[in-house]
């Protein structure tokens, strides 16, 4: 699958995969302040954004088009940052097909199975008439009364636009993500990974807990834990200053 991306600087290629109901656009910040030192690729992994959609989600397909993406683009390998589902992908990228992989970040996700907790998001999600609504902020009323968090609200209506003068749409493919929902949580346990690796975790967040770094160890061996105060799950933009530090001191 072609995959949807933009790229900013010059350098070293630095490829950057957003997490579940995400798409680039949510990492332009972040990867334009990388691009003063890499060739930073931001993408829309299938079924989100302007990417493809398709009826197969899984992580072994997610990573064979991570695997086409770097052919288009002439890469032997590239330094892979991952988020949260992004770095399932990045991880099993890594695992498969490890001589692509220079070096791997991992924000704020292990390689463990975790039970999905989204059923009620996509009950939202669903709930919003998208023929009736005419403004984007309508969209809301119906929302929040599944999604109470403001910050997850905002979030996912950014992936809400026209596609027409009269009807709205998700970037994300909703059906599919619905289907394949539990495929979503599987464990990534393929083969370890030998190359340098960085996992970086919010303080706040309980995505990598500390009883699960042994197991993390067995499969990246040469993986070390970074740990940002004061952020949760989406510590990119909560703590964006500490976290793009982490990532330039592992890459440096």
Known sequence: M???????GDGKPLIILHGLMGMLDNWQAPGKELAEHFKVYIVDL??????????????D?????????LDDLGLNNAYILGHSMGGKVAMKLAQDHPERVEKLIVADIGPRFYKVHHQTIIDGLKAVP????????DAERYIKEYIPEAGIRQFLMKSLYHKDRHHFGWRFNLDAIHRNLDRIG???????????????RGANSNYILDEDWPDIKLLFP??????IEGAGHW????KPEEFI???????R
């Open 2 to 8: 072609k995959l949807n991306y933009k790229t900013f």
């Open 46 to 59: 299938r079924n989100h954004g302007h990417s493809p959609h398709s009826d197969e989600h899984s992580y």
């Open 61 to 69: 397909v997610m990573a064979n088009d991570a695997v086409e993406l």
């Open 130 to 137: 998208l023929d009736n609504i005419e403004k984007r902020t």
């Open 186 to 200: 599987e464990a990534v346990d393929g083969m370890d990974f030998q190359g340098p690796t960085v996992f970086v």
């Open 222 to 227: 040469h993986a070390y834990l970074v740990t």
């Open 235 to 238: 510590l990119h933009a909560e």
């Open 245 to 251: 530090e982490a990532v330039l001191e592992f890459l």
